[in-house]
């Protein structure tokens, strides 16, 4: 036999052999690395507490406007009862008050000892 006639018989007499075809897993990358996502949060978590804060300080600023609108509405009311309270003084210090207050307390009039005092 020749040698090609032995290298057939040895490939017939061969049990053939399966070829099994392991399919292996591709693995796929991910979009989105592990720092991306933890920068993500990072971002996420600074947006949240700045807008928590941006809440918080419109809050107190709020309050102090009430505080001054409430602070403004008691000046108002002070400046009105000191006005009135101005005129009544004025009323009750006029010169025929006095004089008829005075004659009532049985004071008399004597020029010698009279002295003017002006308001300030």
């Given amino acids: 036999m020749s040698n090609l006639a032995h290298k057939h018989q040895q490939y017939v007499n061969e049990p053939q052999k399966q070829t099994v075809v392991k ?6 990358r991910s ?4 720092g991306e996502k933890i920068l993500a949060m990072l971002l996420i978590a600074f947006v949240v507490v700045m807008a928590v804060q941006i809440i918080s300080a419109q809050a107190s600023i709020y309050e102090v406007n009430k505080d001054i609108q409430d602070m403004k509405t008691a000046i108002e009311e002070q400046q009105k009862m ?6 009544q003084i004025s009323d009750l210090s006029s010169y025929d ?6 004659k009532e307390l049985g004071l008399k009039l004597d020029e010698n000892n009279v ?4 308001k300030k």
């Fill in 23 to 28: 399919v292996k897993a591709v693995k796929r």
């Fill in 31 to 34: 979009l989105i690395t592990p």
């Fill in 82 to 87: 000191n006005s009135d309270l101005e005129m």
């Fill in 97 to 102: 008050r006095v004089w008829s207050k005075a």
């Fill in 115 to 118: 002295r003017v005092v002006e």
